[in-house]
């Protein structure tokens, strides 16, 4: 029997919407299991922070249990890798961040790419780098640090979390902006940099303010300058790279929370909603500026703003990363 066209549209239509409810449903019902944030680097340093930071949060408002994995391995690309590979269900998550998510795609050659194999959540903070040196280097002010690596060259080593992060990518910049030459030592996190440069194992570092402030602040180490235009609201006796004489050397980071490609929009808008709240509680600041960190403006603190800053990002280093020809170890 032909059907009246009314009613099998109607049909038509009840079935088409029949495969989204499933997935409408798990994403309001979210979460019901324990959620695994993977942190692509060792504990101790500054993803390893926020991603704590974060699992407080959520454990608090979903009441479910949040457990945090640290991958570590090739500037975070195992990390990263791990949840590449994740189903895209919301219970695996990942701490992302310019190394992971810029630096690493001009360096290495990725099983994943950084921008289409990822859904952007939020961005969480913006990073201040400090430059630092061990307590018994001659130096005491930046100047003097230049003046010791011009003095020195090529006998200086300087300790960073892997080739393509921050700091590596900071030091080759120090190398061109002032004519000095040092060695370049990869660590597999921010937290053994600090430990051998206490030791006095290594002599300086273009460090997160995050791991870098409580050495200073402990007198284990030497501060130099602040990598950015404005002092450290937490740390005002340590004055800017332009303040100390090095004009434009700006290095920091920013840190970020991922899922997997193809996460429900439902689940995305869920865990934003939650990192807003995060960085909109009062008692969130004071403990960022406590470690050089900054929260986004409430404008940059949705996925579509970390996809824009994530793709800005790549268009400016990758063509630096790529003249200086780093490549992976």
């Known amino acids: 029997m032909k059907l009246p066209r009314r009613n099998f549209l109607h049909l038509a239509a009840g079935a088409a919407v029949l495969p989204v409810l499933p997935r409408i449903a798990r994403a309001q019902a979210y979460p ?3 959620i695994t944030i993977v942190v692509p680097f060792v504990p101790g340093g500054p993803s390893d922070w926020l991603g704590r930071l974060v699992a407080e949060r959520f454990r608090s408002s979903f009441g479910q249990p949040v457990v945090i994995e640290n991958v570590a391995g090739a500037n975070g ?3 990263v890798g791990r949840v590449a590979r994740a189903a895209p269900d919301g219970y695996t998550l990942l701490i992302g961040l310019w190394n992971t998510h810029v630096a690493n795609g001009a360096i290495y050659a990725l099983p994943y790419d950084v921008q289409a194999d990822f859904e952007p959540i939020g961005l969480l903070s913006n990073s201040a780098s400090l ?4 307590k018994s280097l001659p130096a005491n002010d930046l100047k003097g640090l230049i003046d010791w690596l011009k003095a020195n060259p090529g006998k200086a080593s300087e300790g960073h979390v892997g080739i393509g992060s921050v700091g590596h990518v900071g030091g080759l910049l120090l190398q061109n902006m002032t004519g000095t030459r040092f060695q370049q030592v990869p660590y597999r996190g921010s937290a053994p940099v600090m430990q051998d440069l206490v030791a006095g194992q290594i002599d300086f570092g273009i460090e997160a303010a995050t791991t870098s402030l409580p050495q200073f602040r402990a007198t284990n180490i030497k501060a130099f300058a602040v990598a950015r235009q404005s002092r450290l609201a937490s740390a005002l006796e340590i004055p800017t790279v332009d303040e100390a004489g090095l004009p434009g050397f ?5 840190f970020a929370v991922y ?3 193809g996460t429900a929009k ?5 865990l934003n909603a939650e990192l807003r709240g995060l960085l909109a509680d009062p008692a969130t600041e004071p ?3 406590e470690l050089g960190h900054e929260i986004p403006a409430p404008d940059q603190q949705i996925p579509e703003a970390l996809a824009a800053l994530q793709k800005a990002d790549i268009a400016k280093w990758w063509p630096i990363i790529k003249a200086a020809n780093v490549q992976a170890e």
Do not use: D, M
């Open 287 to 289: 403990r960022f500026a």
């Open 250 to 254: 700006y290095v920091g980071a920013w």
């Open 266 to 270: 439902g689940i995305v808008s869920k």
């Open 131 to 134: 430059v630092v040196g061990r």
């Open 77 to 79: 690309s195992l990390g």
């Open 259 to 261: 899922a997997p490609k």
């Open 32 to 34: 019901t299991r324990p």
